[in-house]
């Protein structure tokens, strides 16, 4: 029973409007799905992705009125961003630079980390990101619609950054409960430790956390600009159940099965705090728009469909 990768991660941004411009405007990704949150649906929760909506590229957004992020230990400190190749990375570095405005403070240089060519940035409200070399590893799916050109365009998640004040806790569940392993250390410029890389399945930037422990830092404090939580890839429903028994096996607090309708989940957290999700890799987000329709209109899973007006009357107008 393996986990194959990084499903989804969501993050959470107090300005939609502004989050909508810079995904899709100035990164170029797809808005897959315009939908609300499924526990709150004042709010809305936007998915970004590759063309095809295919699952471990999408990144998205709640959209909550919150106070900025505290950044610290016990969180998920930086979100990857996969491309191909150092020439992609020339072209990021450029395309960033000149929208200073939209981008925040910091636009980093192109570096070598782990053995491949990275680019540390943020976007207006301070969300971390990386953009990381893959070589091409895999397959990709442009839209043909994106500013950005499809050979430089984002191809998915991978790797993501974990800081934790007790890195034995949490190793224990990444490889005793959740049957990651351990693959290799490294040296971080902006760490302050050594970052400690877990893998699944197959293992590669879209299979791998980076796991840096801090134990004297403060612990952080979720808000906008931050991560919320980060979903791991199950292939079907059989393993998926699996999961559900497994965590229950070993009582392990859990969510139990929740049907959001483009996927199944199961959420749970690691011993040092953060959310962790499991989620299988369909139906997927066709399933309630045409495939060349994706995020035109506003989207409800079945059972909030007889909601509709209501919900649509509570929701600012992103555009």
């Known amino acids: 029973m393996q986990l194959t990768g990084i499903h989804h991660l969501t993050a959470i941004s107090s300005k939609p409007r502004d989050n909508l411009k810079f995904y899709t405007g100035l990164l170029g990704m797809r808005l897959v799905k315009k939908t609300v949150n499924q526990d ?3 709010a809305y929760h936007l998915f970004y992705a590759d063309g ?9 957004f709640f959209d909550f009125p919150a106070a900025p992020e505290r950044r610290g230990t016990n969180s998920i400190s930086r979100t990857g961003l996969r491309v ?22 910091h636009v980093g240089d192109i570096t070598e980390v782990d053995g491949r060519l990275t680019l ?5 409200e301070g969300q971390r990101l990386v953009l990381a070399d893959d070589g091409g590893a895999g397959p990709s799916s442009p839209w043909d619609r994106s500013s950005v050109p499809s050979e430089h365009q984002i191809r998915g998640l991978g790797p993501i950054v974990l800081n934790v004040a007790d890195l034995a806790r949490t190793e224990r569940v990444l490889t005793e409960v959740m049957n990651m392993r351990r693959v290799r250390d490294y040296a971080a410029p902006d760490a302050p430790a050594q970052v400690h890389v877990f893998a699944m399945g197959e293992g590669g930037l879209a299979a791998e956390l980076h796991v840096i422990e801090g134990k004297d830092l403060p612990h952080a404090r979720q808000g906008a600009g931050g991560v919320h939580h980060v979903a791991f890839r199950t292939p079907d429903e059989v393993q998926y159940h699996a999961w559900t028994a497994r965590l229950n096996e070993l009582r392990i607090a859990n969510s139990g099965e929740v049907d959001r309708f483009y996927f199944r989940s ?14 299988t890799d369909g139906p997927g987000f066709a399933s309630d728009e045409p495939m060349d329709k994706l995020g035109e209109k506003l989207a409800l899973p079945p059972f909030l469909e007889p909601r509709r007006a209501q919900i649509e009357a509570g929701l600012k107008p992103l555009e």
Do not use: M, Q
Request: proline fraction near 6%; glycine fraction near 12%.
């Open 266 to 279: 199961l959420y749970f957290r690691e011993p040092n705090g953060i959310l962790f999700e499991i989620a």
């Open 84 to 105: 191909a190749g150092e020439a992609s990375l020339t072209f990021w570095h450029a395309r960033l630079k000149e929208a200073a405005g939209l981008v925040g403070s």
């Open 52 to 60: 095809k909506a295919n699952p471990g590229t999408d990144l998205t």
């Open 120 to 124: 540390p940035f943020e976007d207006g």
């Open 40 to 42: 709150d649906v004042s």
